[in-house]
């Protein structure tokens, strides 16, 4: 008898010891164990703490009282016993312990058959599992119940001595103590990852705005007062300040680029600098990487990581310069970011958010290139938003002189001359003259004119081939059929449809044919 009850002191002895070697081997790992290592570690200690316990399951939740959720994190179990998911909702299917829970009372032993009337539903998720013993301990953070160890019964019922409950709960407070370091550790990288993130990207816009400065030279401002013009301006200043995508057609030279800064500056992003990728400067790759950007290593020669321009338009205005030149390929990721925004860098696949308004570009017929299938009729209809036409230089024949004198004025100072005076045959020619490369071939040929110019009167030579009048016209008869022919001849003597000399002349086709008739204009025989 004696012996007996000695036996089973000294038992219960060696048990507890075992407890206490098992609590204090815990606490040594979990010290100093990295991040990556937690979730590994956490699983053998559950299985350890089973085997102690001699039981088929135990695991750890993590608990949000806010949100009402308790979510199974670790899990270890006995072999051949009935798996439970992975992904466990205990207060869902829990409601009345899980009050109890988040209250922060723990529970010793419950047995299934013992819940009372109120919890049917626990009672029917702990038959459901199988479940026929529960020890469940929470593990208050800050005052705020974060964590449970849960310990299940399920061959048979069990009880388990009193004394076991404060130890137990030693051994969840290391585990989830380590869970939240790893949290924390989380938590840490990401704010360091958007730390890097945005400083590449201030980088970058650096970058841009120091390009821009300088393509700008602080002359942003669109000249002229034709009609055209202001008809387009209007239109631009109408679209601004929405975040509509714009595309803006117009012939090489005509002022695109111009009108999309305009356009930028315009808008509620004009706080941030636009930012420009031309997609027909590159091959299809290299604008691929500029676009959406790449991690080092994403294709051979990719050395280091980039920040697409994509990432850097966030918050502002992307203008996307010569669309129509984009690859087949391209045009379908494009339409991914123009529809929903995300995008991934070349060589990764986590996908990148940005919040971007798009302004397009292009000299070619976009329409046209639907129809013969080389550009996507869905990426058209979503870049086809608000589209704006630049029309032509020899269309604003009035905005002639006061480009010249704008470019007059920029290299006088540029180039330290004092031209003030353009003789009016020299003004007439530059009015006379088709423009084929529009505003820039009118910017380079002053320019080429002012770096040969000494005096204060502009002498300007008009390319070889342009037809220049051999005396001024005198009377308006004569202005108006050297007018007419000029543009027929710019056109190739197309009449009518779109760019034709009746739609640059504001004439209908056959007030032009009439008109050309009285004034005995006819197309020159080959
Ligand atoms: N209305 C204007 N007023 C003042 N400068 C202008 C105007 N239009 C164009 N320019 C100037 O003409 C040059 C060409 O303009 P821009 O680059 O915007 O044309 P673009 O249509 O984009 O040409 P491309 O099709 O060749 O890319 C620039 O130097 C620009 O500043
Ligand atoms: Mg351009």
Known sequence: ?????????????????????????????????????????????????????????????????????????????????????????????????????????EVMELHTRDYPPEATVDRASAEAMGIKTTLRIPLPYEGVVRHMIVINAVKEERVWPKEYLPRLRLVGEILANAMERKRADERIRQTLEEVQRLRDRMQMENVYLREQLRREDGQAHIVGESEGILRMLAQAKRVAPTDSTVLIIGETGTGKELLAQAIHDMSSRSGKTMVTVNCAALPPLLIESELFGREKGAYTGATTRQVGRIEVADGSTLFLDEIGDLSSDLQVKLLRVLQDGRFERLGSNRTLTADIRVIAATHRDLGAMVRDGKFREDLFHRLNVYPIEVPPLRARVPDIP???????????????????????????????????????????????????????????????GARGPTQIPVTLEEVERKHIRDVLESVHWRVSGKRGAAEILGLRPTTLHSRMKKLGISRPKP
Request: net charge negative; with cysteine.
């Open 1 to 105: 008898m004696m012996d007996d009850s000695l036996v089973i002191v000294s038992d219960v002895i060696a048990k507890r010891l075992e407890f206490e070697v098992l609590i204090s081997d815990l606490s040594a790992r979990f010290v100093n164990i990295p991040a990556g290592q937690v979730d590994r570690e956490i699983e053998e200690a559950l299985g350890k703490v089973r085997a102690f316990f001699d039981v088929d399951r135990c695991g750890m939740f993590e608990v949000s009282p806010e949100i009402g959720e308790a979510r199974l994190t670790h899990l270890d179990m006995a072999d051949g016993i009935q798996p439970v998911p992975m992904r466990i909702d205990y207060l869902r299917l829990f409601p009345w312990s899980g009050d109890r829970l988040v209250r922060n009372q």
């Open 402 to 464: 006061l480009l010249v004198w704008r470019f007059v004025q920029e290299f006088n100072r540029k180039m330290g001359k004092s031209v003030d005076s353009i003789p009016r045959q020299t003004m007439e020619r530059l009015k006379q003259y088709p423009w084929p490369g529009n505003v820039r071939e009118l910017r380079n040929l002053v320019e080429r004119a002012m770096i040969g110019c000494d005096g204060r009167s502009l002498a300007v030579e008009l390319p070889a």
